[in-house]
């Protein structure tokens, strides 16, 4: 994916709301709970925790093929989900959406990024809609990203499982 189209579709993700923010790998997790934004590490753009820079995720983003609006179930039945995928399709990053009108967020992102079509996935439409989005399964091991949370002395920040 282009860079700038892959920074911009990320802004415009981190203004849906309060997220939790999830590195899938089979083996372990890394995650950062609440809002985000872009920030910079250096002269590198990253994704961070908003007004926390040390607690941030730097992309490849020529490694980045799609953003898919998704449910996973994480214990606690269906929750709304945007993955952004590398390009073989398995997920390198998990925003978990944690607020309301899950829906109402997603078409105001798809009305802003109609011309992306290409590539964004799925829908955050009611999982038992018809019309609903795609469940996603996949824990394979990410690529393209890589975590990098500086030291701290607010732990209960970063979450590793």
Known sequence: MDDML???LLEDACEMGKFI???PNSAASANIVGKIELGHDGGERVLQKR???NYHVHFKPE??????????DTGH???PCLEVRA???QPVLRLYYKGKRATGHYDKFMQK??????FINGSWARPNDPQGGEVSNDDAAPTG?????HASDDEEEMHVS
Do not use: D
Request: no cysteine.
């Open 145 to 149: 990203i890589f975590v990098t949370p």
């Open 51 to 53: 007004n926390r820079p």
């Open 113 to 118: 990024n109609s011309g992306y079509a290409a």
């Open 21 to 23: 923010v999830a590195v």
């Open 87 to 89: 390009t073989e399709g």
């Open 77 to 79: 039945g269906l929750e």
């Open 63 to 72: 490694m980045i093929s799609e953003f898919a609006f998704v449910h996973l």
């Open 6 to 8: 892959f920074w911009s």
